[in-house]
Structure formats: C-alpha cells, structure tokens
C-alpha cells in the first residue's frame, strides 16, 4: 500500500472521529494529516510526510485556538438576544408597586417587571435587558 493512502486513511479516520464528537481540533489534525498525504504524493521521503504532517497540524490546530480566542465573550443565556427574542421588546409600565416590581400584560399573560439595579421606577416605556424565569428585568428606554 502507498504511504499517501496511509496518510489518507488516517485523515478520513481522524474526520469521522471528529463528526462523532463534535470537536474542531480534530479536523485540524486531519487537516495535518492531509499534507503528509500531498508530502507523499510529490515523493518526500517519510520523515518529510511525518514533519509536514506534524507541524501543519500543529500549526492548523494553534490557529484555531487563537481565532476561537478572539471571539466575543458569549452573554449568559438569560441576556442573550439571540437565545431570548423578549430582549430588545419595549414595553410600558403604567405603574411601579411599593418593592419595585411591576405586573403587566406581555404576550398575553401577565408578567413581573423588575428594574435594572440602580435604576429609580417612573412611569413610561422601558426596554427588557434579561429575562428571569418569568421576571422581565428592565431598563429605562
């Protein structure tokens, strides 16, 4: 058997593995594991295929680490607008009870508005900025 197909084998095995389990780091790999394949294919000698595999991989997989490194810090997913469609609706508060909750009807049912800490209760239109379980935390719009 060819060294290249060796080296193809072994990237369709670390592929799979790397469906089965979801993780990216994997696919790295496999992409190392392909350039040792191109190595033995132009003809390099096995330690060449071996280092070309080791240090694409390498290099494919600190890539990654630092370009998932980068991405934005994700919101807890009570804050998170693309989890929660209630963020970002605006709403009105025609009046604030004694302990700084609301009750409104939101959606067709009623629901307990809280204010943002630090905010002061009045009257008028307030944006949600989280949701609580069945707690609309709010801020002045």
Same mark, same amino acid.
Request: charged share 15%.
């Given at each position: 058997? &060819?060294?290249?197909? !060796?080296?193809? @084998? =072994?990237?369709?095995?670390? @592929?799979?593995? &790397?469906?089965?389990?979801?993780?990216?780091?994997?696919?790295? !790999?496999?992409?190392?594991?392909?350039? *040792?394949? !191109?190595?033995?294919?132009? *003809?390099?000698?096995?330690?060449?295929?071996?280092?070309?595999?080791? !240090?694409? *991989?390498?290099?494919?997989? =600190? =890539?990654?680490?630092?370009?998932?490194?980068?991405?934005?810090?994700?919101?807890?997913?009570?804050?998170?607008?693309?989890?929660? =469609?209630?963020?970002?609706?605006?709403?009105?508060?025609? &009046?604030?009870?004694?302990?700084?909750?609301?009750?409104?009807?939101?959606?067709?049912?009623?629901?307990?508005?809280?204010?943002?800490?630090?905010?002061?209760?009045?009257?008028?239109?307030?944006?949600?900025?989280?949701?609580?379980?069945?707690?609309?935390?709010?801020?002045?719009?």
């Amino acid at each position: 058997m &060819e060294a290249s197909t !060796i080296w193809w @084998i =072994l990237a369709g095995i670390a @592929i799979a593995a &790397e469906l089965l389990t979801g993780g990216i780091y994997l696919l790295m !790999i496999s992409t190392g594991l392909a350039a *040792g394949a !191109i190595a033995a294919h132009l *003809g390099l000698g096995l330690p060449a295929q071996i280092s070309t595999a080791a !240090i694409i *991989g390498v290099l494919a997989v =600190l =890539l990654c680490r630092r370009i998932r490194g980068r991405r934005m810090p994700e919101l807890p997913a009570a804050a998170n607008p693309d989890l929660n =469609l209630d963020i970002g609706e605006t709403l009105h508060v025609p &009046e604030w009870n004694s302990d700084g909750t609301a009750r409104i009807p939101y959606r067709g049912s009623q629901w307990t508005v809280v204010l943002r800490p630090g905010s002061l209760p009045s009257t008028g239109l307030y944006r949600v900025i989280e949701v609580q379980g069945n707690r609309l935390i709010v801020d002045k719009a």
